[in-house]
C-alpha cells in the first residue's frame, strides 16, 4: 500500500522547529540525549506479526488503513455469534441485543454461513496481510435469532440461544443444520478450511482465539453465562475446544485465553475456585499454563500455542489514559508517554491501582516470560487487544511506537491495536512508521540489535537490521518531552562504516509520516541531529560499502551454515566453497583457524543475551526515606547510596508485614521496625558511593529504607551532624 510521504524541501523546517502540540508550550529549550547502537552485540529475530490490527465493525472494509503484519478478528461480539446463521449477541454492551450486526443487516451476506470471517480473511489476503486470527465460540451458547434485547428471563438456556459444542462426532457439512439445537466449532473451522484454505495457505486462518476475555463472561454476557468462570471449566474447555480445532487444521496455533487485563492475569478475576490453586501458584497465568504443559503430556501434542493477554493501560495523569482526550491535560499526556514502561521497566512505578497495589507483577512482560519458562516452555506471548490512549495526538504516536518496539525487544509473538475511538490515525502511523515508513515498503528490520538512550524517560530507541546485514540500520528513536527539542547524539558500534541517514517521523503538525532530514556527513559512525519535542522518527542509516563478514555462503545470513562451511573449507573437504572476502574475518588475507575462531565467538556474542542487574523501582517518601516497590519479600537487594567520600551513613529500614498478628489490637498486620531492622553505619568509599544489603523478609510490604544520620568528623575528630538530603539513592538491585 502507497502511503503519503511529504517531501524533504516541504518538511526540513519541521525537524528544528517548534511543534505545536494543541494545549500544550511551544518547544524552546532543548536537552541532549545519548544514543548507542550496537551492531556486534545480541541480536534477535523479530515477528512480523507484532504490527498487527483488530477488525473493524459494520463497514465495507474489515481492517483499518495500516499496512499490518497481522490482523484479528475477535471482540465481546464474537462471544456470542452463531457462524451457522451470523446471528450475534452484544452482552451489556448494547442490551444484551441479539440481531445482524456483524454482517451489517445485510441479508445477502446473513444467508452466508460465517460470513463476517470470509469477508474478513479475504480482504487480509488481499492486503497481503500474512497472519490472520479468528475467535472460536466457547462460552456454551450463541445467538439463536434476532430478535432483539435479551431478556432476564430468557438467560441461556432457553429458546433465544443454541448450544455450542467443541466437536459434532459425525460427519460435517458445508451447509449447516440451523434447524437443530447445536453449533458445532470443529464444523465451522472445517467450513473455514474447506472455504478459504488451512492455516498454512495465504488465504485461510493461522490462529484461533479461544474466545474472548472469558473471566469477564459473568459481566459482559450476563444473559449468556451468567455464572462466574472457574479455573476448572476454563482449563477444561480450553483442553476440550482446542483439540478440536487442531483434529481438523493442525498446524493451525491456538491463542488462549485473551484475558482483559491484570485482574485476569492474576485470580482469573477471583475464580469461585481461585483459593484452591492461589497457594501452589503466584497467579493465574502460572496456574493455566502448568495445566495446559499437563494437557499435552496426556494428549500427546501442544493444545495451547500462544499465552494472549489484553492490555489496556491504567496509568492516570488527571485521568486514566485511554479515556482523556481533553490534550490540555499535559500530566496525561506525559503519563501516556510514559505508560509502556509498565510492560518492561522495573525501575517504573506508574500512577494507577495497578502501580499501587499490583507492584509484584510489574514489569509485565518480564513476570509473563518468567511464569513460562517455569511452566510450559515454548509458548508464546501475544496481545490481541491493547491500546495506551491518543489515537488522534502525536503523544499515542509516541507511546505506540514505543509499545512496538518493547514488543520486538520482549520477545511478544503476535500484538494487535484495538481502536477505543473513531479518530486514531496517529496510532496506525506509528504502525506504518514500523512498517512501511518511506511510502515504498521499506519497514523497521526483521533483527533487533542493541540500542539504548541515556534517560529512557526523554527518549527510547529501538535498533534492527534485516537478517545479518548490517549495510543498513533502522532506528526508532521518540522524544517524550512536551516543550523540549532532542539533541540526538548517535554512535553505532559496527563493522560497518556509515555515511548518510534519512529521517522520517511523525510530529504535532500532522499523523502524516514527514520526510524530516537527510543526514550527509556522518563520520566515525556517529552524528547528531535535533527531533522536536513529542516526535518520533525512523532514521534510516546507511552504509555506501559493507561485506557481511562471517556469510561465507553468502546467502545473506551468518549463522551456523557458515560456520559449518568455514571449518570443512580449513580441513580441505573436498565440497567446500567459501567467498574469501566474507571468510576473511581478521583481514590476515589467509583463512585459517583463526578465522574460524573469530566467526565462532562472533555468532556466540549475538545468540548470547547480555547479564543485566535486575533493577528495581524506588522512590522519596520524605528527606532521607525512601520506599522500594512491593514484590521483594524474601529477596535480598543491594542499594547504593551517594554522599561525599569518607562521610558516614547510618541506616535502618522498616515494613508492614500483614500477616503477623499485631500484639495490640489483635488482628493481622503489624509495622516492623525495630532492633531486627537496623542496618547500621557505612562509609562512602573514594568514589562517593557506599553498598547496603538488605534481606527483605517474607511477607514485608511497604519496605522503607531511612537514613538515622548522615555525618562528617571535623579538623578534631568532632562528630557534625550534615542535611539527609545530601545523600542520594542512586540505585537498588535484586540479587
Not at 434485547?149 to 460435517?172: C, M, N, Q
Not at 501452589?280 to 502460572?286: N, Q, V
Not at 556509515?498 to 520526510?515: F, M, N, P, R
Request: proline content about 3%.
Amino acid at each position: 500500500m502507497q502511503k503519503k510521504i511529504f517531501s524533504a524541501a516541504i518538511a526540513a523546517s519541521v525537524l528544528c522547529a517548534a511543534v505545536n502540540v494543541p494545549g500544550t508550550i511551544l518547544a524552546a529549550d532543548s536537552y541532549d540525549l545519548d544514543v548507542a547502537v550496537n551492531l556486534n552485540g545480541y541480536r534477535k529475530s523479530i515477528s512480523p506479526y507484532i504490527y498487527g490490527v483488530n477488525s473493524q465493525f459494520r463497514s465495507e472494509e474489515y481492517l483499518y488503513d495500516a499496512d499490518a503484519g497481522s490482523a484479528r478478528q475477535g471482540g465481546n461480539r464474537f462471544s456470542g455469534y452463531n457462524w451457522e446463521t451470523n446471528y450475534s449477541n452484544a452482552g451489556r454492551d448494547w442490551l444484551h441485543n441479539s440481531d445482524e450486526y456483524l454482517v451489517d443487516f445485510d441479508k445477502e451476506q446473513l444467508a452466508i454461513p460465517g460470513a463476517p470471517a470470509l469477508g474478513f480473511a479475504r480482504e487480509a489476503a488481499e492486503k497481503d496481510v500474512p497472519y490472520k486470527i479468528t475467535t472460536i465460540q466457547m462460552a456454551g451458547y450463541v445467538a439463536a435469532d434476532a430478535g432483539g434485547e435479551v431478556t432476564e428471563d430468557e438467560i441461556a438456556p432457553s429458546s433465544r440461544w443454541k448450544e455450542v459444542k467443541a466437536a459434532k462426532g459425525s460427519e460435517f457439512s458445508m451447509t449447516p443444520d440451523t434447524e437443530d439445537d447445536y453449533v458445532y466449532m470443529d464444523e465451522y473451522v472445517n467450513y473455514l478450511v474447506n472455504t478459504l484454505g488451512d492455516s498454512t495457505t495465504s488465504t485461510g486462518y493461522q490462529a484461533y482465539n479461544l474466545d474472548n476475555e472469558p473471566s469477564l463472561w459473568s459481566a459482559t454476557h450476563a444473559r449468556m453465562h451468567p455464572e462466574k468462570v472457574t479455573c476448572e471449566e476454563i482449563v477444561s474447555k480450553s483442553i476440550e475446544y482446542s483439540s478440536a480445532i487442531k483434529a481438523v487444521d493442525p498446524n493451525a496455533e491456538i491463542f488462549g485465553l485473551a484475558l482483559f487485563g491484570v485482574n485476569a492475569y492474576t485470580t482469573f478475576n477471583s475464580a469461585p475456585d481461585w483459593s484452591e490453586h492461589s497457594s501452589e501458584y503466584d497467579w493465574f497465568i502460572s496456574y493455566y499454563l502448568d495445566e495446559m504443559r499437563k494437557a499435552e503430556e496426556e494428549y500427546g501434542k501442544r493444545l495451547i500455542d500462544v499465552i494472549d493477554i489484553h492490555y489496556y493501560s491504567e496509568a492516570k495523569g488527571q485521568c486514566r489514559v485511554t479515556e482523556c482526550e481533553d490534550y490540555t491535560h499535559t500530566d496525561c499526556i506525559e503519563a501516556r508517554v510514559q505508560s509502556p514502561r509498565s510492560l518492561y521497566d522495573s525501575t517504573y512505578i506508574e500512577n494507577s491501582w495497578i502501580g499501587e497495589g499490583e507492584q509484584e507483577y510489574l514489569p509485565i512482560f518480564p513476570t509473563v516470560h518468567e511464569s513460562i519458562d517455569k511452566y510450559y516452555p515454548g509458548t508464546k506471548l501475544a496481545l490481541t487487544e491493547y491500546n495506551f490512549g491518543g489515537g488522534n495526538h502525536i503523544s499515542g504516536a509516541v507511546a505506540q511506537a514505543d509499545a512496538l518496539g518493547t514488543f520486538a525487544a520482549n520477545d511478544v509473538y503476535a500484538a494487535n491495536l484495538w481502536a477505543l475511538n473513531s479518530n486514531f490515525d496517529y496510532q496506525l502511523s506509528a504502525i506504518d512508521l514500523f512498517t512501511n515508513y518511506d511510502g515504498n515498503g521499506s519497514a523497521f528490520g526483521d533483527t533487533l540489535v542493541s540500542s539504548s538512550t541515556s534517560d529512557i524517560s526523554k527518549g527510547t530507541s529501538y535498533a534492527a537490521i534485516d537478517g545479518s546485514d548490517a549495510s543498513k540500520v533502522t532506528l526508532v528513536l521518540t522524544n517524550k518531552s512536551l516543550n523540549e527539542v532532542q539533541k540526538a547524539s548517535v554512535s553505532l558500534d559496527s563493522d560497518a562504516d556509515y555515511s548518510s541517514a534519512k529521517v522520517y517521523g511523525i510530529t504535532g503538525d500532522s499523523s502524516e509520516i514527514q520526510l524530516m532530514q537527510t543526514v550527509d556527513n556522518i563520520e566515525n559512525n556517529s552524528f547528531t541531529i535535533e527531533i522536536p519535542a513529542m516526535t518520533v522518527v525512523q532514521i534510516e542509516i546507511n552504509a555506501d560499502e559493507y561485506t557481511i563478514l562471517g556469510d561465507v555462503n553468502t546467502d545473506g545470513t551468518v549463522d551456523e551454515t557458515d560456520l559449518n562451511l568455514l571449518s570443512d573449507y580449513i580441513l580441505a573437504e573436498p565440497e567446500a566453497s567459501v567467498s574469501f572476502a566474507h571468510a576473511d574475518m581478521v583481514a590476515d588475507s589467509v583463512i585459517d583457524s583463526f578465522d574460524l575462531i573469530s566467526l565462532r565467538r562472533k555468532l556466540t556474542e549475538w545468540m548470547t543475551p547480555p547479564e543485566t542487574a535486575e533493577l528495581v523501582a524506588y522512590w522519596a517518601t520524605k528527606t532521607g526515606q525512601w520506599r522500594i516497590k512491593n514484590g521483594m519479600d524474601g529477596e535480598t537487594v543491594i542499594c547504593t547510596f551517594g554522599g561525599d567520600p569518607g562521610n558516614k551513613l547510618n541506616l535502618a529500614f522498616g515494613y508492614w508485614d500483614p500477616v503477623s498478628i499485631n500484639p495490640d489490637t489483635g488482628t493481622a498486620g503489624v509495622w516492623i521496625h525495630n532492633d531486627t531492622t537496623k542496618l547500621g553505619n557505612y562509609t562512602f568509599d573514594e568514589n562517593g558511593e557506599a553498598e547496603v544489603i538488605i534481606n527483605v523478609p517474607e511477607n514485608a510490604v511497604s519496605v522503607e529504607i531511612i537514613i538515622y544520620n548522615y555525618t562528617t568528623a571535623d579538623e578534631s575528630g568532632t562528630i557534625v551532624q550534615l542535611d539527609k538530603g545530601l545523600v542520594s539513592l542512586k540505585s537498588v538491585i535484586c540479587e
